[in-house]
């Protein structure tokens, strides 16, 4: 099984864990596994009714004798801190809903997450002129804030995320209120092809997945 699902998640009826890598992406760069990690991966193997047993296959760098002990024993760094972000955001105006945004932890074992993906967004669309001819009250302030907050699945350019937000919250904002089936059609349509490589069609799946995310929200 190559995939972090399994390892990170999901219960199966395992004896082993071989390790290929002790290495993975993070999203930022391609780090090592820390020890709880690679504990969290090892434990698939024999859940609850018997022993298991993890090792490594393939060019895997070796898992030293003392971390061997360490993950057997169950004995892992203690937590230190926690990321965090306000969560009581004030939506009277765009600079009041930025500034709680930015609100720093009061807690010395909290620290404060660096800027999120959502946040990212709604600062580029609060530059944006025709967004903000709109005329924010409190429930389009809401709005464009859980339209920030639609996943970037695709993870391919900032350019075509964020016209898939601009163009959801202009059709939300519209004097119908929702987005046209005509539009949702024509957004499936383009991915509703089998021809192509595996990264054309990861692609394609991770369009879906955003549409999917989208046509999903009651509103």
Same mark, same amino acid.
């Given at each position: 099984?190559?995939?972090?699902?399994?390892?990170?998640?999901?219960?199966?009826?395992?004896?082993?864990?071989?390790?290929?890598?002790?290495?993975?992406?993070?999203?930022?760069?391609?780090?090592?596994?820390?020890?709880?990690?690679?504990?969290?991966?090892?434990?698939?193997?024999?859940?609850?009714?018997?022993?298991?047993?993890?090792? !490594?296959?393939?060019?895997?760098?070796?898992?030293?004798?003392?971390?061997?002990?360490?993950?057997?024993?169950?004995?892992?760094?203690? !937590?230190?801190?926690?990321?965090?972000?306000?969560?009581?955001?004030?939506?009277?105006?765009?600079?009041?809903?930025?500034?709680?945004?930015?609100?720093?932890?009061?807690?010395?074992?909290?620290?404060?997450?660096?800027?999120?993906?959502?946040?990212?967004?709604?600062?580029?669309?609060?530059?944006?002129?025709?967004?903000?001819?709109?005329?924010?009250?409190?429930?389009?302030?809401?709005?464009?804030?859980?339209?920030?907050? !639609?996943?970037?699945?695709?993870?391919?350019?900032?350019?075509?995320?964020?016209?898939? !937000?601009?163009?959801?919250?202009?059709f939300l904002t519209s004097k119908k209120g929702l987005i046209s089936e005509d539009y949702m059609r024509l957004q499936l349509m383009k991915l509703d092809k089998l021809d192509?490589?595996?990264?054309?069609?990861?692609?394609?799946?991770?369009?879906?997945?955003?549409?999917?995310?989208?046509?999903?929200?009651?509103?």
């Amino acid at each position: 099984v190559a995939t972090d699902a399994i390892g990170m998640g999901i219960n199966m009826d395992i004896n082993n864990v071989s390790f290929s890598s002790l290495k993975k992406f993070d999203g930022k760069k391609l780090r090592r596994l820390n020890l709880s990690e690679i504990g969290q991966i090892a434990g698939r193997a024999g859940r609850y009714l018997n022993d298991g047993s993890f090792g !490594i296959t393939g060019e895997c760098n070796e898992i030293s004798a003392d971390d061997v002990d360490l993950l057997e024993n169950h004995k892992f760094k203690e !937590i230190q801190s926690l990321f965090w972000r306000n969560s009581n955001l004030n939506f009277d105006n765009p600079s009041k809903l930025i500034k709680s945004l930015d609100e720093k932890p009061n807690q010395s074992w909290l620290r404060k997450i660096h800027e999120c993906e959502d946040e990212k967004a709604l600062k580029y669309f609060l530059k944006d002129q025709r967004i903000l001819n709109i005329g924010f009250d409190k429930k389009t302030l809401m709005l464009l804030w859980e339209c920030c907050q !639609i996943p970037d699945f695709v993870k391919k350019t900032y350019g075509n995320h964020f016209e898939v !937000i601009g163009n959801v919250f202009k059709f939300l904002t519209s004097k119908k209120g929702l987005i046209s089936e005509d539009y949702m059609r024509l957004q499936l349509m383009k991915l509703d092809k089998l021809d192509g490589n595996v990264d054309s069609l990861s692609n394609r799946i991770a369009n879906v997945r955003t549409w999917s995310y989208v046509s999903n929200k009651n509103n």
